[in-house]
């Protein structure tokens, strides 16, 4: 394990004495793991896919759409929001922010939780808190309860630090080496449909009507209907999640179970990571992209109101388009990356067209045609949006056998940091100088990280793991 730092999506040991965490428990009969070698599975080591792996994927995706809908649901319909309970528009804007402050002093807590005790106390966490906050927003109706709906965002907030670094410890534990990308695609998916619905359903339920006890009634609803998913979510976690498949679904998967406990330090696995040079660019690049898109999609109903008066529901729509053409690039680049392996180009070449589509949509914002705004959002979320996995998952080659939670954790709090300072910065560019000159700070910084992509070396240690594990 020499050298590096690392995490195929993938379990880096913990816990193997004794069973706990993610290391294998073999059924009876089965052949055993051997740790010889260097933690190298026996070559009649058994690797199988279980059937029930989609499932867990699909409710994983679930709970972190009704999260990821949560974050989104309140800057959707931001100017609605100010008037209800008569704040500042960067107080809604904060709503949104605290998902990215709370999860940077929270991520290595709950990524030591996860490597630890694994991954269904986390699943059980996540889906949780994420229910309870969306109950407690129901105390929230009147105008002066600003500070509850605030508790309430702030709980969800807590949630998605046990949601966020999940996609690729799912998809390396449950899946197949020919699958594992196209799953933590699939796993990102959940979330950015919840955007996608963060954006479109808030505009339809709650429209922007004078009558304060009118509006309490609409923003009631959802709140309600929120609360019931949340819910529902959370009994389903307890019934189907588990903590890994009976077998090893990859060589390499084998190999990191097979790790006795006594190998693996959690505090040098992080040092590792920050001494793994590609993975601190990847750090920088992945946090300067992701953190443009979510500065973008806090400020979008400001913007699109702004040139195009009255229509919150287009800009929930417009947002829409972001999120779902994003979602079918991900998917896209996730078989892509499957089939080929192309790792460091196929991340330099979605990041050169996430820029270029910025600058589309940055020019033709206030040319006063809708349709358009459509189009060149849909190309920009197509390569933005879409870059997320792309990011776990070149993350994953680089930092194998460390443990993909910490190095997706890290990622995302390089994310979080940088979408609360654009967010804030191109807020308050917007208010001075206008919505051009905003998203001008965008495309600069989307310009800086495709320029650092190009200095990553495309060191793909799970790769070559298994082909060594395979001839072994």
């Known amino acids: 394990?020499?050298?590096?730092?690392?995490?195929?999506?993938?379990?880096?040991?913990?816990?193997?004495?004794?069973?706990?965490?993610?290391?294998?428990?073999?059924?009876?009969?089965?052949?055993?793991?051997?740790?010889?070698?260097?933690?190298?599975?026996?070559?009649?080591?058994?690797?199988?896919?279980?059937?029930?792996?989609?499932?867990?994927?699909?409710?994983?995706?679930?709970?972190?759409?009704?999260?990821?809908?949560?974050?989104?649901?309140?800057?959707?319909?931001?100017?609605?929001?100010?008037?209800?309970?008569?704040?500042?528009?960067?107080?809604?804007?904060?709503?949104?922010?605290?998902?990215?402050?709370?999860?940077?002093?929270?991520?290595?807590?709950?990524?030591?939780?996860?490597?630890?005790?694994?991954?269904?106390?986390?699943?059980?966490?996540?889906?949780?808190?994420?229910?309870?906050?969306?109950?407690?927003?129901?105390?929230?109706?009147?105008?002066?309860?600003?500070?509850v709906t605030v508790l309430g965002q702030v709980i969800c907030a807590v949630a998605q630090v046990f949601i966020l670094g999940m996609p690729s410890r799912i998809a390396s534990v449950w899946f197949g080496s020919h699958e594992v990308s196209t799953?933590?695609?699939?796993?990102?998916?959940?979330?950015?449909?919840?955007?996608?619905?963060?954006f479109l359903v808030p505009p339809v339920l709650i429209p922007n009507v004078e009558d304060v006890e009118k509006l309490a009634y609409h923003i009631s609803i959802m709140f309600f209907m929120t609360a019931g998913v949340a819910s529902v979510l959370f009994i389903l976690v307890i019934i189907v999640f588990k903590e890994k498949p009976p077998n090893p679904p990859s060589r390499a998967q084998a190999s990191i179970q097979s790790r006795p406990t006594a190998e693996y330090s959690y505090v040098q696995s992080i040092l590792r990571l920050l001494r793994n040079a590609n993975f601190l660019l990847l750090m920088v690049t992945y946090g300067l992209n992701v953190g443009c898109f979510y500065a973008l999609s806090?400020?979008?109903?400001?913007?699109?109101?702004?040139?195009?008066?009255?229509?919150?529901?287009?800009?929930?729509?417009?947002g829409l388009t972001i999120v779902l053409s994003g979602m079918v690039g991900a998917l896209i680049s996730g078989i892509w990356l499957d089939k080929t392996k192309t790792y460091k180009q196929t991340t330099l070449v979605v990041y050169i067209m996430s820029l270029v589509g910025m600058i589309v949509y940055t020019f033709t914002l206030s040319l006063g045609h809708l349709w358009v705004v459509f189009v060149t959002a849909g190309l920009l979320g197509f390569f933005m949006t879409g870059y997320l996995p792309l990011g776990f998952e070149f993350a994953a080659e680089l930092t194998y056998p460390e443990s993909e939670g910490t190095s997706s954790g890290l990622l995302n709090v390089s994310a979080?940091?940088?979408?609360?300072?654009?967010?804030?910065?191109?807020?308050?560019?917007?208010?001075?100088?206008?919505?051009?000159?905003?998203?001008?700070?965008?495309?600069?910084?989307?310009?800086?990280?495709?320029v650092v992509t190009v200095f990553i070396k495309a060191d793909l240690r799970r790769q070559q793991a298994n082909l060594e594990n395979e001839q072994t």
């Open 1 to 147: 394990w020499a050298g590096g730092a690392g995490g195929e999506p993938s379990r880096v040991g913990s816990d193997a004495a004794h069973g706990a965490g993610m290391v294998l428990q073999e059924p009876a009969g089965a052949p055993s793991l051997s740790a010889a070698a260097g933690g190298v599975p026996d070559a009649t080591a058994e690797v199988q896919l279980s059937r029930l792996r989609w499932a867990v994927l699909l409710l994983f995706s679930s709970y972190s759409l009704c999260n990821a809908f949560q974050w989104i649901q309140y800057g959707s319909i931001n100017n609605v929001f100010v008037r209800f309970y008569d704040v500042s528009a960067f107080a809604i804007d904060w709503l949104s922010m605290s998902y990215m402050l709370i999860y940077i002093p929270l991520l290595f807590p709950v990524a030591w939780l996860l490597d630890k005790r694994g991954l269904r106390l986390i699943a059980l966490a996540g889906s949780a808190l994420n229910a309870v906050g969306a109950w407690v927003k129901l105390g929230s109706l009147k105008p002066h309860l600003f500070p």
């Open 183 to 198: 799953a933590c695609s699939i796993a990102v998916f959940g979330n950015q449909l919840g955007i996608a619905a963060g």
């Open 298 to 318: 806090t400020l979008l109903n400001r913007m699109v109101i702004h040139h195009y008066p009255g229509e919150e529901v287009n800009a929930g729509r417009i």
């Open 416 to 450: 979080q940091i940088f979408g609360i300072a654009f967010t804030i910065a191109q807020g308050q560019i917007m208010d001075r100088f206008g919505t051009k000159a905003g998203n001008l700070l965008l495309c600069s910084f989307l310009f800086l990280g495709t």
